[in-house]
């Protein structure tokens, strides 16, 4: 079964400096699982592909071709990058603004998700979605979480794009890379 996850991706320049922000929570905190993945805003978290091994499901072309006619379907949005924020005590994003065309892109893609294919994540529906794009999580200890906050918390961060497409990402057993996308009113 294999792994992948659905986002949106900024273009090359936002990523690159983004990832010098994650190589540096690397070198200096030692939190490095940001960079197993290029810089997103997570629409659908990870699933495996087929949902359920126990039964016949299509291959992963399928689920790409309704993606991409889904996506057809959908007008490019702007989306604005504004300073970071926390989920304390274990991780440091860059805030996304929570557009009422993301938020609904967002939700729309959860019930085609879940609908169409089978795909659901459960703490979603326990959670709102807050958009963001991570720079450190998972391996940065309180400690470190608590001595790099200060130096980011008011840290400028600004910029925005143009979403023009839906990226899914697959897990290749050591990180995340960029397996398909669809282009937004193509």
Known sequence: MDRYFLALLPPEDIQE????????FAEQYQSCKALNSPPHITLQPPFDWPPDASTAHPPITALIQGLTAWAHSLQPWPVQLSGFN?????????HVQPTPALLALQTQLQHYCATVWDIRDTRLQSRSFIPHMTVAFRDLTRANFYASWPHFQDRPFEHHFIASCLTLLKHNGQRWETFSQAIFGA
């Open 17 to 24: 400096e983004v990832c010098c922000i994650q190589q540096k």
């Open 86 to 94: 926390v989920f304390e005590p274990r991780v440091i994003y860059i």
